[in-house]
């Protein structure tokens, strides 16, 4: 028997490559926080001799879910400001609400409810844009969570920088200190196009092909950040920065509910990432992201939930039912966007956008066990015929049991193992007070 440090067992067991492959009575084996083998449990109690045996005798056990785009120290502003349009929001409450009270503190306890909430939803991975990323970064490493997090460039000051030269500054100096890190990755995040001028543009794109960083970015939100940069500029922001040289492999393009033939095109032969983020285009009235299309084209497109201020939750198993439903409306196609492709768009597809795919996004040898796993049993989930549906179209994160990032067990019996939550709630519960304040209702 070979000595090995966990065996997770699972009634279901889908590793997402192949797509829609469901394996029924199989074991995860894990040794040095990666996947040694994915096999029948029967074969593996006779093959390996786990130091812990985790057996799941009703649960499903998919890759860790990959948030492809959020903005996680906003949890502190969930529900601040609702039933608004995208403008209004950010610039009579978010905005405002983060020249009062944004600082390395609120982004540390902002981003720790955040990492709470999606490991208890099952999201291992995370891809943030906010200010004081350090802080971010600091939060998910000692949850043991994975993270990307963003280089952010924004033209207007802040508390965290002036201008957009140091926010360069200050992102790539958090660059180089978490630079070979096994859980922490960095990209390139200018907020958008509206917000970001060329010079500032032009330097990320070559910083982004000289240090190999992708580029997280907003981009075509809604209609009128088009609208008004063609009467601006005489010309569509994808086009902007095309011309910046920043549509390439490396790009995560956000939102993207206004696309004509010819920018789908440009994507695909960029190879580019479209990050899809349904439930915030659809509470912001944003637009709808035409995915049956850009998949048909062979784009490679992602989920995210956005942050829990226009969410409002961060929830990768309803964002999945949600993406699955609207595409079939929006593609007038019952069979536009079915269930294991929402999987793949949750798991791998985030992995691929984020350049991460080498080492997480599916359950196979010799990449990081990042795992989740779903309990399928009870009057709410059962019958189970087919476990990739009921995930999609059935689950919600309530049923998330157990989480483990690179073979670490953060989710026990859903209790998280890492992060206090009283600890958490007590900070939230005081930033509350604070920003009820000084919002103006
Ligand atoms: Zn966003």
Not at 54 to 83: E, F, Q, Y
Not at 163 to 171: I, V
Not at 178 to 188: E, K, Q
Not at 410 to 427: G, K, M
């Amino acid at each position: 028997m070979e000595r090995i440090d966990s065996l997770i067992s699972a009634r279901w067991v889908i590793p997402v490559e192949p797509e829609g492959l469901v394996l029924e009575h199989h074991s995860v084996a894990v040794r040095d926080g990666r996947i040694l083998d994915v096999l029948p449990t029967a074969a593996a109690l006779k093959l390996y001799a786990p130091d812990n045996h985790t057996d799941l005798p009703r649960h499903t056990l998919i890759p860790g879910l990959v948030n492809a785009h959020t903005h996680a120290a906003m949890n502190l502003m969930r529900g601040l400001a609702d039933d608004l349009p995208l403008m209004t929001w950010l610039q009579e409450h978010i905005w405002p609400a983060e020249q009062t009270h944004v600082s390395a503190e609120f982004v540390h306890d902002g981003s720790a409810a955040a990492c709470a909430e999606m490991l208890m939803g099952g999201i291992t991975c995370f891809n943030d844009m906010y200010f004081f990323p350090e802080a971010t970064a600091r939060v998910a490493s000692q949850a043991g969570m994975r993270a990307s997090v963003g280089i952010i460039v924004i033209d207007f000051p802040s508390a965290y920088a002036a201008g957009p030269a140091e926010y360069l500054e200050k992102g790539l100096a958090m660059h180089d200190a978490w630079h070979g890190d096994p859980l922490i990755s960095t990209v390139f995040a200018p907020h958008a196009p509206y917000t970001v001028g060329d010079e500032a543009l032009e330097r990320i794109s070559m910083l982004s092909s000289e240090l190999d960083l992708p580029v997280h970015m907003h981009i075509h939100e809604t209609a009128h950040e088009v609208s008004e940069a063609e009467g601006n500029l005489g010309m569509r922001p994808l086009q902007r920065l095309h011309q910046a040289g920043l549509v390439t492999p490396s790009l995560m393009a956000v939102h993207m509910t206004q696309l004509n033939d010819d920018e789908i095109a440009l994507l695909a032969r960029a190879n580019a990432s479209v990050i899809h983020c349904p439930e915030s285009n659809l509470k912001l009235a944003s637009g709808f992201c035409p995915v049956h299309k850009l998949q048909q084209a062979g784009i490679n497109v992602a989920l995210g939930t956005d942050s829990a201020a226009s969410n409002n939750d961060l929830d990768m198993l309803s964002e999945m039912r949600t993406a699955a439903l609207l595409a079939k409306a929006v593609a007038g196609d019952a069979a536009a966007l079915p269930a294991p492709r929402a999987l793949t768009m949750a798991t791998l597809a985030g992995a691929r956008a984020l350049g991460l795919d080498e080492n997480i996004g599916s359950l196979v040898k010799g990449k990081f066990a990042d795992m989740t796993a779903v309990d399928m049993g009870g009057i709410t989930m059962e019958p189970v015929f087919n476990p990739i549906s009921q995930l999609t179209y059935v689950a919600n994160r309530n049923q998330v049991s157990d989480v483990w990032v690179a073979g670490r067990q953060l989710l026990r019996s859903r209790a998280l193992t890492t992060i206090n939550p009283d600890n958490v709630l007590e900070r939230v519960r005081n930033w509350q007070q604070r920003l009820q304040v000084t919002d103006p209702g």
